[in-house]
């Protein structure tokens, strides 16, 4: 193979159009879409942008956007191409997550919980959305599908921290980008092969690794266990996107497992965290966020010490639900008859402090000053001090 892949021109294209694909290699256990279709091409001789023009042109808009999260009549292609049953070849696109991780929903949406974007553009990734461990790759050289996911920091097998870039020239990784010199999986920018690469170890006394082994196995059962009862993994998930998001952007953080994974780890939660979505934090804050959150939700007792030493009340525990999980909503039901409507005065005192310290005169801001939730809609009266505003 050292002559290189092929590069076929439109004739062969037409040729190979309606054709079965003859190589198809069998996925390996969690294998992501992308991850195989790049063994494949190379099996067949050929550079995946080219195999994918050859057997799949009319899916070309599938190839440049993020083809781990292809559309049902490509599923349907490939499972014609190929041979493979439909759900065989679903089961590599990250839409296999929905109804575990996720709500199922038709289209790819940034704000979906958990899922790390690529930005697929002009042929490569923009964002560090994908990630690996090069151990892994050494021992078999394939892409695994939870190597998308937010909380995919660190390898539980080989207890070090992911990869998301290139180690030579800091590049993001685009598999399906491919040189035809190369057989293994590499860098487009430079030729890195990221088998080759090193990664640091997290240190022993860190509880993450066991975090991410837990979400792992919620995700692959399709439920966990609380109090002795059974429920489906998608209620869990809720609510960890719901304290990743207090803890993160609410900074909600009196938490003494906080404090120390950000000692070990060597890194602190940023504190401009507004608006700023989870997924685009860096690798090892996000490591320390969700060791954190695992821990809160890892017994009745935590979340309820969370809930007591933060001084919780029940706006900040249910919003952004439309509907909370059953077992969540236990906790959440104890705070109902604490929630108050505060007095205008009290409103204006908060206005007046912020305005102190420069903080913007914001619905969101000012219900975090507050620390309840208020009601735009029906509190006209603070509308209006809101948007008086005093130099
Ligand atoms: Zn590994
Ligand atoms: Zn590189």
């Not at 994918?52 to 349907?76: Q, Y």
């Not at 892994?136 to 394939?142: A, D, I, V």
């Not at 860096?282 to 001084?311: C, G, H, M, T, W």
């Not at 204006?348 to 309840?372: C, F, P, S």
Request: net charge positive; glycine share 4%.
């Amino acid at each position: 193979m050292s002559s290189g892949l092929y590069c076929f021109n439109s004739l062969g294209a037409n040729r190979l159009r309606d054709r079965k694909i003859p190589i198809h290699p069998q996925p390996f256990e969690n294998e992501l879409l992308s991850s195989w279709f790049c063994r494949m091409s190379v099996k067949n001789l050929s550079t995946p942008s080219t195999f994918f023009g050859l057997h799949l042109r009319d899916f070309k808009a599938v190839f440049s956007a993020d083809l781990d999260w292809p559309n049902g009549e490509f599923v349907s292609a490939m499972s014609e191409k190929v041979g493979f049953s439909k759900s065989k070849i679903l089961f590599m696109t990250l839409k296999s997550y929905e109804g575990y991780l996720f709500e199922s929903q038709n289209r790819f949406s940034s704000s979906k919980p958990f899922i790390n974007p690529v930005n697929f553009r002009g042929g490569s990734n923009r964002n560090y959305g994908l990630r690996y461990c090069p151990y892994c790759l050494r021992e078999k050289e394939y892409f695994r599908k939870e190597w998308r996911l937010t909380f995919s920091t660190v390898c539980p097998k080989h207890k070090v921290f992911l990869l998301d870039r290139c180690p030579e020239c800091g590049k993001p990784i685009t598999l399906q980008k491919w040189r035809s010199d190369k057989v293994n999986f590499h860098c487009w920018n430079c030729g890195f092969e990221f088998r080759n690469a090193e990664s640091d170890k997290v240190p022993k006394e860190s509880k993450g690794v066991e975090a991410v082994s837990k979400l792992y196995e919620i995700l692959d059962k399709g439920y966990f266990e609380f109090e002795g009862r059974v429920y489906y993994s998608i209620s869990y998930f809720k609510v960890l996107a719901h304290f990743v998001k207090m803890v993160y952007n609410l900074s909600v953080r009196s938490w003494n497992l906080l404090k120390k994974e950000e000692n070990i780890i060597g890194v602190n939660l940023s504190n401009q965290a507004k608006g700023v979505v989870y997924y685009k934090v860096p690798l090892k804050e996000q490591y320390v966020l969700f060791s954190v959150v695992v821990d809160i939700l890892s017994s009745r007792e935590n979340i309820e010490r969370f809930i007591a030493v933060n001084n919780l009340k029940k706006a900040y525990l249910t919003r952004d639900f439309v509907d909370y999980p059953f077992w969540y909503k236990e906790f959440v039901d104890k705070y109902t008859g604490e929630s108050y409507s505060p007095i205008l005065l009290e409103v204006e005192n908060a206005l007046k402090y912020m305005d102190r310290k420069g903080i913007k005169r914001t619905w969101d801001n000012l219900r975090e000053i507050l620390g309840v939730w208020v009601e735009a809609k029906k509190r006209k009266d603070i509308k209006r001090v809101l948007n008086s505003v005093k130099n």
